[in-house]
């Protein structure tokens, strides 16, 4: 097995420009280039290549997509006062703007004949393959212009003439299969599934008539060439990601084409006269390969470009911790837990919801957030003497807000009832915090910025506990307005901001679990939450599906606590966190001594995801044998492997699932070096031996027998002689 040729150190980013026979706008970076043209007045594409290629390699012979089987071929959908402006729009400026990270920014500026607009199309490329693409729309007129159709990116993907060229038996059925996390509903992020892509139009859809716990990615396999496209979507409202898939049996001809729309009632914005408009950004790519090449391209183009607000680096990944509503949160129950997640080796102890409730009414922290001051009677000291406590056991302190939304209970919500939304199709408010309102915003933004000084805090962490129906509000002044668009821009920014002004304090991202893991979102973070199911063996399935989409330094996952103890061995479930950015909860009641033999395997567990997995977490590539959480179920285990970007360390865990027998399991490694000799450790016998990559990338390694929801942590690192 040979190795695949990377070299990220010298990946290659270019744009170039081709005026005739038409404007052709030509990106690649690393082996993905796209291209686009101006066609006709329209912005059209002209296809993919993922091996390095210009489509007009041979410049008289032009490799571009005919959009003739396209309804719709434009690279974008805007529409204004009900009016498209994808035509008769010609060329004002082209740049290509060097910025300071290395990357390029190629601006496209187009003018309309139909309306007095300026469209600006920003194609980021930093030599991952994936590419990042938004829109800048500037309204010139002298009045209000309503945006009801956003498509950020549309067109043609891919289209193959007479594909039996490369295999005379296969049908137009059986070329693609599309992957996506295909249930919405809390619990179940990170489904990921693959399934034949049908002849007709699929969506993807999220939010906007969905619940909000899908993370809006997709890969999409060619089964015949082996081309894999994937990407994402950095936006935390409604959205549709559709695949149109236009195929004929008699010419043997397949057209594929996408359309990531933004998803709102309409109109979806009310552009003022003079003002910009800032479109959501989509990140796009194709590579050659299977689904973690996919993946690890995706997390080199996070890290590299995505997740870069100098302020919310997820580099310290430090162990957290705490208690919350769950528990009594008396003083002393507070400081006994603190000394239990010391012991095991927490660096973060964090107190949860109910803080600001009185003593007995914990559990009526969703009732009461607004009033953002710790309850007397609870804390008679303040709460700086359990900060104070906590710093001295060695550990940092946080504290958790819900800050955009006011409970009923709240005396905020008393004192002002019109911050909160109107919904469409309720009478009565759920306390929803408008953000288009300035003062309302302002207060939010203010109280945030109060806690953290006020109580000195290490970590902030942010929950959002709203059904998705919540964000579709509405407003009519002189005209009709929706106003999701306006309400994220301003959540964004807030958090931007705060980071900014905060920038040691640690962000922690949560939203009822995972309902906010988008790329946009995530921006002024360290780290999310993707989910609050921690039951085996859902739990394994979420960490596996969402390391698909997010590098495992960014994903908070709990071992202990929200009854991650009900099923499966401890192993299983201490090892499912160290795939993650590792949170430790309560093991044990506060009146019950401590399980030595238990405390003695979290401290092991703990030491190994400190001093070995996370020593390369943060440039880790990770692959999923297999990341399919069904076919995972009918195989009978999981693994997860972690590589060093330089090959010397790798972990592999392997998760037995349900029914499975007590049987060994075989995992063939694929991210380490053939060249190489390991030394390889079972962490379940603490045995150890010597043995080369090309044994180990051929044949495999084998644990000793495992039965269901028991694991095996496997950690290899290159012999001495290696370097």
Wanted: proline share 4%; net charge negative; hydrophobic share 35%.
């Amino acid at each position: 097995m040979l190795e695949q040729y990377k070299c990220k150190e010298e990946s290659y980013i270019n744009v170039f420009l081709r005026h005739k026979p038409e404007p052709v706008y030509c990106y690649r970076s690393g082996l993905t280039v796209y291209e686009e043209r101006l066609l006709n007045g329209a912005l059209v594409s002209g296809g993919w290549n993922a091996a390095g290629y210009p489509l007009n390699v041979l410049s008289n012979m032009a490799t571009h997509i005919d959009n003739q089987p396209f309804v719709e071929p434009s690279s974008f959908h805007i529409e204004l006062d009900g009016e498209s402006v994808d035509f008769f729009l010609e060329e004002k400026e082209f740049q290509v703007i060097e910025r300071e990270d290395g990357c390029k920014e190629a601006v496209l500026g187009l003018k309309s004949s139909v309306k007095p607009v300026e469209i600006s199309v920003h194609t980021l490329l930093d030599g991952t393959g994936m590419i990042m693409r938004w829109l800048e729309v500037t309204n010139l007129s002298d009045r209000d212009m309503a945006l009801s159709r956003l498509s950020i990116f549309s067109g043609a993907l891919e289209q193959m003439k007479n594909f039996k060229v490369i295999d005379p038996n296969v049908y137009p059925e059986d070329i693609y299969e599309i992957s996506y996390f295909d249930n919405t509903s809390w619990g179940f992020e990170g489904k990921l599934v693959w399934k034949p892509l049908p002849f007709e139009k699929t969506t993807i859809g999220g939010r906007f008539g969905r619940q909000r716990y899908r993370h809006p990615a997709f890969f999409l396999r060619n089964k015949l060439n082996g081309q894999m496209f994937f990407g994402q979507l950095g936006w935390s409202a409604g959205y549709d990601i559709s695949f149109d898939y236009i195929a004929e049996h008699e010419s043997a001809d397949a057209s594929l084409g996408i359309e990531i729309s933004i998803m709102d009632h309409h109109p979806l914005y009310l552009m003022a006269p003079g003002e910009t408009f800032v479109s959501p950004r989509v990140h796009l790519g194709v590579v050659f390969g299977g689904l973690d090449d996919a993946v690890n391209e995706t997390y080199d183009h996070i890290r590299r470009s995505v997740l870069q607000v100098p302020e919310a680096t997820a580099d310290e990944c430090l162990i957290t911790s705490g208690l919350g509503p769950e528990h009594n949160m008396t003083l002393e129950e507070s400081k006994c837990f603190a000394r239990q997640m010391a012991e095991l080796g927490a660096e973060i102890f964090t107190v949860d919801a109910g803080w600001y409730c009185p003593p007995g009414k914990e559990t009526e922290w969703w009732s009461r957030v607004g009033d953002w001051y710790y309850d007397s009677e609870r804390y008679p000291g303040g709460i700086g003497e359990l900060r104070e406590y906590v710093h001295s056991l060695g550990m940092k302190f946080g504290m958790w807000m819900e800050v955009e939304r006011l409970g009923k209970k709240s005396a905020c919500f008393a004192k002002h009832p019109e911050w909160c939304t109107n919904l469409p199709f309720r009478t009565d408010s759920i306390g929803f915090l408008d953000f288009t309102n300035p003062e309302a915003a302002a207060w939010a933004e203010d109280e945030i910025a109060r806690v953290i000084r006020e109580y000195k805090l290490d970590l902030f962490r942010v929950d959002y506990n709203v059904g998705s129906e919540a964000y579709f509000y509405y407003k009519k002044k002189t005209r009709m307005e929706f106003c999701s668009i306006k309400h994220y821009q301003a959540i964004y920014d807030m958090y931007e901001r705060l980071k900014k002004q905060f920038p040691k304090v640690i962000f922690e991202n949560c939203a009822g679990g995972g309902g906010r893991t988008d790329l946009g979102m995530l921006r002024g973070f360290n780290h999310t939450w993707v989910s609050d199911w921690q039951r085996a063996p859902r739990s394994l399935y979420i960490t596996s599906g969402m390391t698909t989409v997010l590098p495992p330094e960014r994903i908070d996952r709990l071992v202990a606590g929200m009854e991650c103890h009900v099923y499966g061995s401890l192993d299983f479930q201490m090892r499912n966190a160290m795939f993650g950015h590792m949170t430790l909860n309560a093991f044990s009641p506060v009146s019950a001594a401590f399980n030595d033999q238990q405390l003695t395997f979290i401290k092991h567990s703990v030491d190994i995801y400190k001093d070995f997995i996370r020593t390369f977490l943060t440039e880790s590539r990770m692959y999923h044998h297999d990341a399919e959480s069904m076919k995972s179920h009918g195989q009978g285990y999981c693994g997860l492997e972690l590589v060093s970007s330089d090959k010397n360390k790798a972990v592999i865990g392997v998760f037995c699932l349900p029914g499975q027998k007590n049987l060994p399991v075989t995992i063939v490694p694929r991210g380490l070096n053939a060249t190489k000799n390991y030394i390889v450790t079972y962490d379940n016998t603490g045995g150890r031996f010597t043995i080369s990559g090309w044994e180990l990338v051929n044949h495999g390694i084998t644990t000793l027998p495992l039965s269901a929801l028991t694991s095996e942590l496997i950690m290899l690192e290159a012999a001495s002689e290696n370097c």
